[in-house]
């Protein structure tokens, strides 16, 4: 059965985001991180499925940025532009030595500050992402969210995994919508977002407790 969790100034949805995508209404933008198609092993669906969820995201969102990785990213349509993510001590094998970089691409016109197309973030251990096999510092999504998404600005994260892109959403104070099918993964995402929306913030109204709803006509 799927569920939704509201967590403050975010929901998250339990469940394909094929489906629930056209159930949503407009949002400022999409920041993701979605399966590559190298052969992750993820617990519920398979690292093969590219670029179906693309046209969905774009009917709702004016502008949409992810991470393709480097190997498969010209399997997608070409984008408006592409940021560069430098992780200097990441230490994956390709033809010439080491990759130390990775595509963002962006569809749209972004809304956030205006600043360099480029950002270095490092890739370190995170203690609070469970097993999930892949997740993004959170530093990444901290740096897409500013260049494409301006103050007080809805985020969506379509493949939420362990949460990393509503925590980002959080801290610059965004509202944040995120989608998940594994249910794992998706009580880790609750956790560290709801961990995220208790700490303090300055000139804010006291929070609201989470709820947990469930959407109707699930079996």
Known sequence: MSRIEIIGDATLYLGDCREILPTLGK??????????????EYASHDDTELVE???????VAPVVAFSPGVAN???????????????????????????TWEPVLVYGKASGKKTHDS????????SDTGDHPCPKPLGWAERVIERVAADGS???DPFMGSGT???????????????????????IACRRVEEA?????????????????TLLGDA
């Open 197 to 213: 929306w208790k700490q303090p913030r300055l000139f804010e109204e006291p929070k609201p407790k989470a709820q947990q709803l």
């Open 53 to 59: 969820w693309l046209s969905l995201a774009r009917s």
């Open 154 to 156: 809805t985020i969506l």
């Open 119 to 126: 950002f270095v973030v490092a890739v370190a251990p995170q």
């Open 165 to 187: 892109t509503g925590v980002a959403a959080i801290k610059l104070g965004r509202k944040f919508i995120g989608i998940e099918i594994e249910p794992r993964y998706f009580d």
């Open 73 to 99: 990213f010209t399997q997608f349509p070409k984008p408006d532009w592409t940021l560069a993510w430098w992780k200097p001590n990441s230490m994956g094998r390709v033809c010439v030595g080491f990759n």
């Open 27 to 40: 949002v400022d933008a999409v920041v993701t991180d979605p399966p590559y198609g190298v052969g992750l």
